[in-house]
T-cell receptor, first 113, second 111 residues
Framework: NAGVTQTPKFRVLKTGQSMTLLCAQD?????MYWYRQDPGMGLRLIHY???????AKGEVPDGYNVSRLKKQNFLLGLESAAPSQTSVYFC????????????FGDGTRLSIL | GQNIDQPTEMTATEGAIVQINCTYQ??????LFWYQQHAGEAPTFLSY????GLEEKGRFSSFLSRSKGYSYLLLKELQMKDSASYLC????????????FGSGTQLTVLP
């Protein structure tokens, strides 16, 4: 029972490089979310999806794009990485029933040099 | 807008009781979650309150007062493994029930 799986777990990029973070969930959840977590700032929502083929902006969407081509996968892309995007990225999913908690992946630690 | 406040750090002794407070100002309130996060790990769900009152779950309890915009997490019989960050998160309305998180309270349990 894997739950929410994020790949990769660690990555170092140079400024201007691009990359995609993958989130996969095996719980048949409708909703999926991408957060970033920085020291002293808590978790901030980047983008989210309420179902296959749909995405929406969260609190801090600039510099990121997302896609939800399959229900179980939610991809986060950085087209041109910047040092300000150095962070820990968490993916989460939840069932659509009211009151259900979000389930988090183990995170991706990303450093932009 | 959203504003969630919780203390940055707290220290308590093994076996004791500790209360972590959370105050919030938000529109479209739809419930409040508490998560635990150990260093370097993912947040894990502890409790959910949508109505006023106390929810008890073993050593952990959570309280909500919607009129006061206030919640607390109560941890009893503290153990060393309870040393972690505790995140308060408010659920807003809308189809995706987005969560807005506080900055977290780092709890250190001393022997």
């Amino acid at each position: 029972n894997a739950g929410v799986t994020q790949t990769p777990k660690f990555r170092v990029l140079k400024t201007g490089q691009s990359m995609t973070l993958l989130c996969a969930q095996d719980m048949n959840h409708e909703y999926m979310y991408w957060y970033r977590q920085d020291p002293g700032m808590g978790l901030r929502l980047i983008h989210y999806s309420v179902g296959e083929g749909t995405t929406a902006k969260g609190e801090v969407p600039d510099g990121y794009n997302v896609s939800r081509l399959k229900k179980q996968n939610f991809l986060l892309g950085l087209e041109s990485a910047a040092p300000s995007q150095t962070s820990v990225y968490f993916c989460a999913s939840r069932d659509r029933v009211l009151g259900q908690p979000q389930h988090f992946g183990d995170g991706t630690r990303l450093s932009i040099l | 807008g959203q504003n969630i406040d919780q203390p940055t750090e707290m220290t308590a002794t093994e076996g004791a009781i500790v209360q972590i407070n959370c105050t919030y100002q938000t529109s479209g309130f739809n419930g409040l979650f508490w998560y635990q996060q150990h260093a370097g790990e993912a947040p894990t769900f502890l409790s959910y309150n949508v109505l006023d009152g106390l929810e008890e779950k073993g050593r952990f309890s959570s309280f909500l007062s919607r009129s006061k915009g206030y919640s607390y997490l109560l941890l009893k019989e503290l153990q060393m493994k309870d040393s972690a960050s505790y995140l308060c998160a408010v659920s807003r309305g809308g189809s995706a029930r987005q969560l807005t998180f506080g900055s977290g309270t780092q709890l250190t349990v001393l022997p």
